[in-house]
């Protein structure tokens, strides 16, 4: 599931080129970075956990404000970000959850037969069907 959120950068007010960083959409969902780069990083890892342990909870993800509906203050800028949650759940992910499958004995022969992980694929597809149905 691929998800894109905007964020809210505020230069740190010591000059010395970083940013905090915070999500309107992710309450209490906040970082920052030494420079942009680092700050970019740092808010779609903050994120990504933010969601996650929203879905792992059995939530749904948040639906992302429009761009321009966000407000900011002087010397700030809105800046989207983007978010891969499958990747970020295989590298980071806890929980999972046992679930039990019927399947015909034609199609268990042909999975055998090909080395399927019929979990895999469930998996794959499930997630592609959240992603459209978010959008």
Not at 7 to 20: K, L, M, V
Not at 45 to 50: K, L
Not at 76 to 104: C, H, R, W
């Amino acid at each position: 599931m691929k998800l894109v959120y905007p964020a809210i950068f505020t230069p740190y007010e010591d000059g010395s080129g970083g940013y905090a960083v915070e999500f309107p959409d992710l309450p209490g969902c906040v970082t920052g970075g030494d420079d942009m780069a680092e700050a970019i990083f740092m808010a779609e890892d903050a994120a990504s956990g933010w969601v996650l342990t929203e879905l792992e909870e059995g939530k749904k993800a948040p639906k992302a404000s429009e761009f321009g509906s966000i407000n900011t203050e002087p010397g700030q800028f809105v800046n989207l970000v983007a978010l891969d949650m499958d990747a970020y759940a295989e590298k980071y992910g806890s929980k999972a959850v046992k679930k039990t499958l019927t399947i015909p004995a034609w199609l268990n022969t042909y999975v055998e037969e090909n080395n399927i992980s019929c979990s895999a694929v469930l998996q794959e597809t499930l997630s592609k069907m959240a992603q459209s149905s978010m959008q």
